[in-house]
């Protein structure tokens, strides 16, 4: 199967097919992926030298190949699982220990290539990760400020360069690091992000910290700067919708 990039050339896939991957995970061989794959040759000296991370792309791709092969191994797809999400985990999807840059290629699914019992999973892990960096052992623990640092520290060194583009990671990261001032007499740590869009949701989770002494039930959504991260969010990646004036000035 040959993939044409946006400037003529094609590529070849020399083990599966995407076509492959998708049929054996249960998809319609039709689905898309929003992405161009890119030239395994192509990659120049300096981004190799910079970086040891693939292309989200590349890393979906051999993700999407793991699973196909544990597949066929066991003579199974991840339909069979979409009542059992801890069965698909146990019997296929956590014996694959991918790490996290690839959970995150799952859990996205930017390229279309997973399944939903397989994108469910990798939230689950990554999910399950971070609760394991901030109470250890012993799930009923009341983290404190050096729990939180941890895991400020772990959002920083493991994350994958586009998981740090996900709201879902802004959250992660504003939520650790206002619980971490609260929980430190007011201190930043040396892992506080200055990113626009994690300050404001900093300053939401604050906000919601003071709201929730009245009410338990506040939450974030309704604070007054969430909306404003979403939406500085939206406009860093243009996934906004540009305003149009109804007037023909």
Same mark, same amino acid.
């Given at each position: ?6 400037? %003529? ?22 689905? *898309?992926?929003?992405?161009?794959l890119t030239d395994p040759? %192509? ?27 544990r597949y066929g191994d ?32 799952? #859990?996205?699914? &930017?390229? %279309? ?13 990554? +999910? ?24 400020? *520290? ?7 360069? +586009? +998981? ?8 992660? =990261?504003?939520? !650790? *690091? ?7 007499? %007011? ?5 506080? #992000? ?18 929730? =002494?009245?009410?338990? =039930? !506040? &939450?974030?959504?309704?604070?007054? *700067? ?15 919708? &540009? ?7």
């Amino acid at each position: 199967m040959s993939i044409h990039s946006g400037n %003529g050339a094609a590529y070849s896939l020399s083990n599966y097919s995407v076509a492959k991957y998708v049929g054996n995970a249960g998809f319609s061989s039709g689905v *898309q992926s929003k992405h161009n794959l890119t030239d395994p040759d %192509g990659t120049s000296k300096k981004e190799s030298e910079g970086s040891t991370l693939k292309p989200i792309s590349g890393t979906a791709i051999d993700a999407r190949a793991e699973l196909t092969s544990r597949y066929g191994d066991l003579d199974t797809s991840s339909s069979k699982y979409h009542d059992d999400i801890e069965g698909f985990r146990n019997d296929i999807f956590d014996d694959l220990n991918f790490d996290r840059q690839t959970l995150h290629a799952i #859990s996205s699914n &930017e390229t %279309g290539y997973f399944s939903k019992e397989e994108i469910k999973a990798a939230k689950l892990v990554m +999910e399950e990760q971070l609760d394991s960096v901030l109470k250890g052992d012993n799930p009923d623990a009341v983290p404190i400020a050096e729990n939180y640092l941890n895991l400020l *520290q772990f959002l920083d060194e493991k994350s994958s360069a +586009e +998981e740090k583009k996900s709201f879902v990671w802004a959250e992660h =990261k504003a939520e !650790a *690091q206002a619980n971490y001032k609260r929980l430190s007499g %007011g201190k930043a740590s040396e892992f506080n #992000s200055d990113d626009p869009v994690v300050t404001l949701l900093t300053q939401a989770y604050e906000e919601l910290f003071e709201e929730q =002494k009245n009410n338990p =039930k !506040a &939450e974030l959504e309704s604070t007054s *700067q969430y909306n404003s991260a979403l939406y500085q969010w939206e406009r860093n990646n243009n996934s906004y919708e &540009e305003y149009k004036s109804p007037f023909p000035w």
